[in-house]
């Protein structure tokens, strides 16, 4: 896959054989509170935040890149199939070769360890070609970056790498409304969580010079971002590949009641009370009515119309910004780049 000044173009090529094609790939224009219950599924809450299936929200452009991944995956597969079978030949062959001078024969009868160690070379060389064969089984993405996106991209990279800093990053699984007055709480939503890690990572099927952007997902695939789309990747045969520009990436603030340890990189804005009344003082009838902190986090939302759905929260603020930011300034380059 190829991307630059002129478009994108997906070129095909199988090199046993000479073959080579390229085809150009066209491109359509609160308060919340963690949940303490213990409660174990995903989809107990009465809004999951989740992704439809994979097969159902990759890009109509993408889909011929889809399919070469797709392919380069099965070419893979089918040669370590055949990498197992001459591995388990090669040891019978030096089994045979072992016994035959056990049993004296092979002593007697040089013809016969000779085939059998022409064997053994002959098989060893084919295991030699078939691994280089596998290493080639990939899409290749090549990026020729016009000097402005290049800065643009650059300051993403820069930023995202900011944002796996944070102390604490949370998969957010689901949320749920509660009635502030009979909760006696001055939380408005509980969410449900799970700690994730982000990272730069790339896919075995995809060979690039550029890392992509990796984000763990609980309850789907894993979302790898790469500088002209995003794969929602859950295996081999699972996964979908969405245009960049077709995702909505929404950064705002959450101010959040954390009952739980305060991560060292979030900023306290203020305090409120374990059982509040309506007007935010301290309900005095429950004993040992303690202050909790009300911190500033970072929530990042990624969307788009065909399904894609995952949120996400972050321990700093700052940086969930700073991303934020440098994710529209470079897909609005993008964008403005194809016009």
């Not at 691994?131 to 300051?155: A, G, S």
């Not at 859950?234 to 520009?245: T, V």
Request: glycine fraction near 6%; proline fraction near 2%.
């Amino acid at each position: 896959m190829t991307v630059g000044k002129s478009g994108t173009y997906l070129n095909t090529s199988i090199s046993p054989l000479n073959l080579y094609s390229r085809q150009k790939v066209s491109t359509e224009k609160s308060i919340a509170q963690n949940d303490n219950s213990g409660f174990q599924s995903d989809f107990d809450l009465p809004n999951n935040i989740f992704s439809l299936e994979t097969s159902e929200i990759t890009s109509q452009d993408m889909v011929g890149i889809k399919e070469a991944i797709v392919l380069a995956s099965q070419q893979r597969s089918e040669l370590k199939n055949d990498l197992k079978k001459i591995k388990l030949s090669l040891l019978l062959s030096k089994i045979k070769l072992y016994i035959s001078y056990i049993l004296i024969y092979g002593l007697l009868k040089k013809s016969i360890t000779n085939k059998i160690k022409l064997d053994i070379n002959l098989q060893e060389d084919a295991i030699i070609q078939t691994k280089e064969q596998i290493e080639q089984c990939y899409v290749k993405l090549d990026i020729e970056f016009d000097k402005n996106i290049k800065e643009k991209y650059n300051k993403l990279v820069d930023s995202f790498k900011q944002l796996c800093k944070c102390h604490q990053i949370w998969d957010i699984l689901g949320e749920i409304y509660q009635d502030r007055v009979a909760a006696r709480s001055s939380a408005s939503t509980i969410v449900k969580q799970e700690k994730v890690k982000f990272s730069l990572r790339s896919l075995e099927n995809i060979k690039s010079e550029y890392h992509a952007l990796y984000m763990q997902n609980i309850n789907g695939g894993d979302i790898y971002i790469y500088p002209s789309f995003v794969v929602l990747y859950s295996n081999e045969k699972k996964f979908a590949l969405i245009s960049l520009e077709d995702v909505e990436l929404i950064h705002s603030p959450i101010v959040y009641s954390e009952t739980k340890i305060v991560p060292g990189d979030t900023k306290i804005i203020g305090y409120t009370w374990a059982k509040v009344n309506k007007n935010g003082s301290p309900d005095r009838r429950f004993k040992g009515n303690y202050q909790i902190p009300l911190v500033e986090y970072g929530g990042i939302k990624l969307k788009t119309k065909r399904g894609l759905n995952e949120e996400y929260q972050f321990s700093n603020y700052q940086y969930t910004e700073d991303f934020g930011k440098a994710f529209e300034g470079y897909q609005n380059t993008l964008k403005s780049f194809k016009k």
